[in-house]
């Protein structure tokens, strides 16, 4: 373990709003020394600001230069379901309460742009009841996707039971995919989540070859790059199905395998980390379709404050300068006792 100290480099009042996500401007492949942007997505209500009334909001922190880079509300009638960041662009899935419309909207947020409108990208529509319920979902990945037929950004966005594929340029459609074996895929209700529990993690693999969404019961895998093509299906064991995925990562290790890492949360501030693999030959693809979960232990050292050794992890990523498996978790005390918490 490596003891950490954090400064803070700024800050923005968060009142009128939780905050539901945040998105790291991810370089770990670039030669710059750190992350240049950090968003986070700050929900009006459970029904969006067409039911406060207030408008929800995306803070941009430009991390280079230490300041809140800009703001970015939601259009009137309008709510945020999703959140990503890249490139220093920021994409956004709306919904617009009114009428059903979808849409992923761009901005530039560096500081040229200052949160510009660049695009919008228009996504199927939906029935308005239909609309306060769906789970919907936004990953963006930059690495480009020739086999797809996509160039440079590809968008990845749920709703309900689909996946698509999308080209971040042209908003051109690559692939689309069904998630199956999810018996909530078109409402919210069993994924806690500060915005009305309409949560529904996607996330792509660092490489950009895999996509994953999150179900009920674990996380579904598809082939980015050749039609969405369902791959893999991880499932949590059942101590874990009692919480929702909140959060997953993907990236390609030895092998031809990919690691997989879930957090897990219930809703109540308790969460969880699992560790997975995936991959390898294409006979053991065909036939272990429910890759081993491994789950990282919840339960500190003897030290804590509450006495009890229970802590709650409230983040985990992989250690981007380490390959492999290697895992940094922030974690929080837990028991109810107000113990400390650390990073890992």
Same mark, same amino acid.
């Given at each position: 373990?490596h003891?950490?100290q954090?400064?803070?480099? =700024?800050?923005? !009042? ?6 539901? *996500? ?14 240049? /942007? &950090? ?11 067409s039911? %406060?009334?207030?408008? !929800?909001?995306i803070?941009?922190? !430009?991390? %280079? ?10 259009p ?8 990503s ?9 709306? @919904? ?33 009841? *239909? ?13 480009? &996707?020739s086999?797809?037929?996509?160039? $440079?950004? @590809?968008? +990845? ?7 698509? &594929? ?7 459609r ?24 309409r ?14 969404? =999150?179900t ?5 895998? /598809?082939? +980015? ?20 995925? =909140?959060? +997953? ?13 879930l957090?897990?949360a219930?809703? *109540?501030?308790?969460?969880?980390a ?5 991959g390898?030959s ?7 379709? &429910?890759?081993t979960?491994?789950?990282?232990s919840?339960? $500190?050292?003897?030290?804590? !404050? ?14 981007s ?19 400390? $918490?650390?990073?890992?």
């Amino acid at each position: 373990s490596h003891r950490l100290q954090s400064t803070v480099v =700024a800050s923005v !009042d968060a009142a009128g709003g939780t905050v539901v *996500e945040l998105a790291f401007e991810d370089t770990t492949s670039s030669s710059s020394a750190g992350p240049a /942007f &950090l968003a986070a997505r700050l929900s009006s209500g459970p029904s969006g600001s067409s039911g %406060s009334g207030r408008p !929800d909001r995306i803070v941009v922190w !430009d991390l %280079s230069r230490g300041v809140v880079g800009c703001v970015l509300s939601s259009p009137p009638s309008t709510a945020y379901h999703g959140l990503s960041l890249t490139n220093g662009t920021v994409y956004a899935l709306s @919904v617009q309460g009114e009428t059903g419309r979808v849409a992923i909207l761009v901005h530039d947020v560096t500081a040229e742009g200052g949160g510009k409108l660049v695009r919008k990208i228009k996504c199927p529509g939906l029935d308005v009841e *239909e609309a306060k319920t769906i789970k919907l979902g936004l990953a963006v990945s930059g690495n480009g &996707l020739s086999a797809a037929g996509g160039e $440079g950004v @590809v968008v +990845a966005v749920r709703m309900g039971g689909t996946l698509r &594929l999308l080209d971040g340029a042209t908003g051109r459609r690559l692939a689309k995919g069904k998630i199956r074996g999810d018996d909530s895929a078109a409402n919210g209700n069993s994924s806690p989540s500060s915005d009305g529990g309409r949560s529904a993690p996607v996330a792509f693999s660092s490489d950009g070859h895999l996509v994953a969404a =999150a179900t009920a019961a674990g996380l579904q895998i /598809f082939d +980015a790059a050749e039609g969405g093509r369902a791959l893999y299906t991880i499932k949590c064991g059942p101590q874990q199905q009692q919480r929702s995925i =909140a959060g +997953a990562a993907i990236r390609p290790i030895e092998g031809g395998k990919y690691a997989v890492l879930l957090l897990l949360a219930d809703g *109540e501030g308790g969460g969880a980390a699992c560790l997975a693999e995936c991959g390898g030959s294409a006979a053991a693809a065909a036939i272990d379709a &429910l890759a081993t979960l491994r789950c990282a232990s919840s339960t $500190g050292d003897d030290g804590d !404050d509450d006495g009890t050794g229970s802590r709650n992890i409230a983040a985990a990523a992989f250690h981007s300068a380490s390959p492999g498996n290697r895992v940094v978790v922030l974690s929080i005390g837990g028991g109810g006792g107000g113990g400390r $918490g650390g990073v890992e």
